[in-house]
């Protein structure tokens, strides 16, 4: 049992070690610890809210912007309105721009008119997504390509004329 503990203890501080940055040595902390130095009622030992540890842990795992730029991605619709929603999905992040598919060229060519008002809104409601364009799509155009064995080439050219 003893040594069940002692592993839970030994990963609990090398998790907190990589947290804070610091390198963990039991030799220095056996080294360090003086007998009688802590306090029991003193500051610093209260008891934190689940939501600043949260914070806390994000803060010093790097993983603010990812949440944010999945906040972002979750509450589109509330940021753009329910009827350019109904038209529109998010396809995903590259780099520091939102990429967007429409359900037509017409909303791809309006939305993309719209782009400097959707990018300041996105800009003053999710700073820490770290987006600085947005990129709308059209619908796919047809592929030629069908199988593992299609020809290179552009297709067949007499199609549309």
Same mark, same amino acid.
């Given at each position: 049992?003893?040594?069940?503990?002692?592993? @839970?203890?030994?990963? *609990?501080? /090398?998790?907190?070690?990589?947290?804070?940055?610091?390198?963990?040595? +039991?030799? +220095? +902390?056996?080294?360090?610890?003086?007998?009688?130095?802590?306090?029991?009622?003193?500051?610093?030992?209260?008891?934190?809210?689940?939501? @600043? %540890?949260?914070?806390?842990?994000?803060?010093?795992?790097?993983?603010?912007?990812?949440?944010?730029? #999945?906040?972002?991605?979750?509450?589109?619709?509330?940021?753009?309105?329910?009827?350019?929603?109904?038209?529109?999905? %998010? %396809?995903?992040?590259?780099?520091?721009?939102?990429?967007?598919?429409?359900?037509?060229?017409?909303?791809? #060519?309006?939305?993309?008119?719209?782009? /400097?008002?959707?990018?300041?809104?996105?800009?003053?409601?999710?700073?820490?997504?770290?987006?600085?364009?947005?990129?709308?799509?059209?619908?796919?155009?047809?592929?030629?390509? /069908?199988?593992?064995?299609? %020809?290179?080439?552009?297709?067949?050219?007499?199609? *549309?004329?």
């Amino acid at each position: 049992m003893s040594e069940r503990i002692s592993f @839970a203890s030994e990963a *609990y501080i /090398h998790a907190k070690s990589l947290w804070s940055g610091k390198r963990y040595s +039991a030799m +220095a +902390a056996r080294r360090r610890k003086v007998d009688g130095t802590s306090i029991p009622y003193a500051k610093g030992r209260d008891p934190k809210s689940i939501a @600043a %540890v949260l914070e806390t842990m994000t803060k010093d795992m790097g993983w603010g912007e990812q949440l944010s730029q #999945t906040t972002l991605i979750v509450e589109w619709p509330t940021l753009v309105g329910k009827d350019i929603a109904e038209h529109t999905e %998010v %396809v995903g992040i590259t780099g520091k721009k939102l990429e967007i598919q429409c359900d037509s060229t017409a909303w791809a #060519t309006q939305l993309r008119r719209m782009r /400097h008002q959707i990018v300041t809104k996105l800009l003053e409601q999710y700073p820490e997504a770290g987006i600085e364009d947005i990129l709308f799509r059209g619908p796919h155009t047809p592929s030629w390509r /069908h199988g593992p064995r299609s %020809v290179p080439g552009r297709g067949p050219r007499d199609t *549309y004329g």
